[in-house]
């Protein structure tokens, strides 16, 4: 069964640094990786989508990687701001079940102090 | 373009009692998937749909019952509210995944408390 876990579950930083956060699973058979923000009281929005055959995927001051083979993905804010401040998870898309099942971390809580 | 659609967005009901919640998305996806959220464990898969009149079970389907009669909406039902029901429920809908590179789409979601 495919485990996705995400470190730290809580990170603070101030306005301006640029961060890091982590993303790995437990079984590398996967066709995709997304990263999402969640803010309080609201629904996921994607923000970065990368295949199982790309190695990272860019978005304006949003990059995320994938290692596959080591199970991991990093999604790294440059110049954070203070509307970064959200939750953010990661997704997995296993290879089996025909919908191709998501299964998610828990998230990182992210405050960037102004 | 409203995307995806959850009703209600609250509700409080007592142990025992049914409801349904109503999912409905406006750009024609195939997939439509239920989640539940609860603090510390991420979102799980209760029961997905992948056409008109098709259901599958996801990850954690007990005490859950859906219906897809409609391409557009996906109705997850409660027959009997328990305590442990009491989570944030989330509607998400995709394009078909054949192609299996198709990000979901999701709503802003439901908080139901069981008391």
């Known amino acids: 069964k495919q485990e996705v876990t995400q470190i730290p579950a809580a990170l603070s930083v101030p306005e301006g640094e640029n961060l890091v956060l982590n993303c790995s699973f437990t079984?590398?058979?996967?066709?995709?990786l997304q990263w999402f923000r969640q803010d309080p009281g609201k629904g996921l929005t994607s923000l970065l989508l990368?295949?199982?055959?790309?190695r990272e995927q860019t978005s304006g001051r949003l990059n995320a990687s994938l290692d596959k083979s080591s199970g991991r993905s990093t999604l790294y804010i440059a110049a954070s701001q203070p509307g970064d401040s959200a939750t953010y998870l990661c997704a997995v898309r296993g290879s089996s079940g025909s919908a191709r099942q998501l299964t998610f971390g828990s998230g990182t809580q992210l405050t960037v102090l102004p | 373009n409203a995307g995806v659609t959850q009703t209600p967005k609250f509700r409080v009901l007592k142990t025992g009692q049914s409801m349904t919640l109503l999912c409905a998305q406006d750009?024609?996806?195939?997939?439509m998937y239920w989640y539940r959220q609860d603090p510390g464990m991420g979102l799980r898969l209760i029961h997905y749909s992948v056409g008109e009149g098709t259901t599958a079970k996801g990850e954690v389907p007990d005490g859950y019952n859906v219906s897809r009669l409609k391409k557009q909406n996906f109705l997850l039902g409660l027959e009997s509210a328990a305590p442990s029901q009491t989570s944030v429920y989330f509607c998400a809908s995709s394009y078909s995944t054949r192609g299996v590179n198709q990000p979901q789409h999701f709503g802003d979601g439901t908080r139901l408390s069981i008391l």
């Open positions: 079984d590398s058979a996967i066709y995709n």
């Open positions: 990368i295949q199982s055959s790309q």
């Open positions: 750009m024609n996806h195939e997939y």
